[in-house]
């Protein structure tokens, strides 16, 4: 398999895998909830980021970037817990989680 064949099962993967574990997807609707939870979050806050680097059959690194709001989102969909409810420690665990889970997909697909 090379590379781009590679890359191109990364967004089907993180799809799925947002769907089943996040309630959410890649290219999700925005609501105007939404919208207005953005816009009290300073910009001044830095994204949550992740990266994960594997070797094998198949080597390579997965990186995630989130702005803050989102990851918060994703953490508190992930919990079943209000976003005002999650704590700084428990969005960097659920990103860490969010990355190692696509990274995994992406490579178990990759076989097929």
């Avoid at 709001?69 to 704590?87: R, Y």
């Avoid at 700084?88 to 969010?98: D, R, T």
């Amino acid at each position: 398999m090379k590379a781009s064949d590679f890359a191109a099962l990364v967004p089907d993967c993180c799809s799925e895998v947002l769907d089943a574990m996040y309630f959410t997807t890649v290219n999700g609707l925005v609501t105007p909830e939404m919208e207005a939870e953005a816009e009290q979050v300073p910009a001044t806050e830095d994204p949550v980021a992740f990266n994960l680097k594997y070797a094998g059959d198949i080597s390579g690194s997965f990186g995630l970037s989130l702005e803050q709001i989102t990851a918060k989102n994703l953490a508190a969909n992930f919990l079943g817990e209000e976003v005002e409810d999650i704590s700084s420690k428990e969005v960097q665990e659920v990103v860490g989680e969010l990355a190692n889970i696509d990274r995994k997909s992406t490579r178990l697909n990759s076989s097929h």
